[in-house]
């Protein structure tokens, strides 16, 4: 059981990064300054974070996966993906295809381009596999990730990353699609591109070998903490390709092979 203190601690660590959020300021890496070292401290202080938010009038939309690279598991000594809360105040609508976001409500911004599930009735089960997910699942669409950091200069650990809502900054959405559901997710190609200058590009595969597989990675992680994903959660799988940092004026564009691309401008 959580001693009253360590709650005491956890909450205030959230509240910091509240503040941060807030302000604009970024801290130093908790994993530095209060010895946050274990994961599972790391998650509850998302959690109360999140719930420091929901009680102020924060909606849920879903989740979001990160760290699905082999190649960045390895880079941060882990091996497994991290997730996060999908905040409905930093859902950017984009109509027609486009998305206008305030570049000054982000510290130090960063996209990344994925795909986002959107989920129907899941079977109650304590693990998923890639075709239960793809089954359970009403659609698929192109996303646009806004990673940020309210860690100084990303100067991040994992338990740092864990605890800031798994660097969550905001995303928008494409089209949703059934006809992408059906596609094979596992061999789409990606391509990002910045001021009209392509900057990262990737296949499906990149997400722990199938997008879905990432899906599944998370359900199986949620259920194992006693937590149900609903129908209508939307999931971002995992970035397919590198993280490119922001500037305010960038125009990024993300483009799935047989779909519309998605554009984001830093307004």
């Known amino acids: 059981m ?7 601690r956890t909450s205030a660590l959230a ?23 274990d994961i599972a401290s790391a998650y509850a202080v998302q ?4 719930e ?14 990160g760290l699905t690279s082999r190649a960045v598991q390895e880079q941060m000594g882990v091996d497994e993906p991290d997730y996060g809360t999908l905040w409905a105040s930093r859902f950017f609508p984009a ?27 899941l079977p109650v089960s304590e693990t998923f596999s890639a075709q239960q997910v793809l ?13 940020d950091s309210r860690i100084t200069d990303w100067r991040i650990k994992l338990a740092d990353t864990v605890a800031d809502n798994a660097s969550y900054g905001g995303f928008l959405l494409g089209p949703w699609s059934r006809v992408l559901r059906d596609t094979d997710l596992r061999t789409i190609g990606m391509v990002v591109t910045q001021n009209g200058e392509r900057v990262a590009e ?3 595969a990149a997400a722990l070998g199938h997008p879905a597989q990432a899906v599944a990675w998370l ?6 903490l006693g937590v149900r994903a609903r129908a209508g959660d939307i999931i971002l799988s995992g970035a397919l390709g590198i993280t490119v940092p922001a500037r305010r004026g960038d125009r990024f564009a993300v483009e799935f092979y047989g779909q519309p691309p998605l554009l984001l401008a830093f307004v």
């Open 15 to 37: 509240a910091r990064l509240q503040d941060a959020w807030d302000s604009g300021r970024p801290i130093d890496p908790l994993t530095e300054t209060d010895h946050l070292d």
């Open 135 to 147: 089954a359970a699942t009403e659609a698929v669409a192109p996303s646009i990730e806004i990673v």
């Open 52 to 65: 420091q938010r929901l009680n102020a009038g924060e909606r849920v939309l879903g989740r979001k996966i």
């Open 219 to 224: 359900l199986t992680k949620l259920a194992s």
């Open 47 to 50: 959690e109360a974070w999140s």
């Open 2 to 8: 959580t001693s009253r203190r360590g709650r005491q």
């Open 95 to 121: 109509p027609g295809g486009r998305g206008d976001v305030p570049a000054d409500m982000f510290l130090q911004p960063r996209v990344e381009g994925e795909l986002a599930f959107l989920l129907g009735e």
């Open 202 to 204: 990737g296949v499906g």
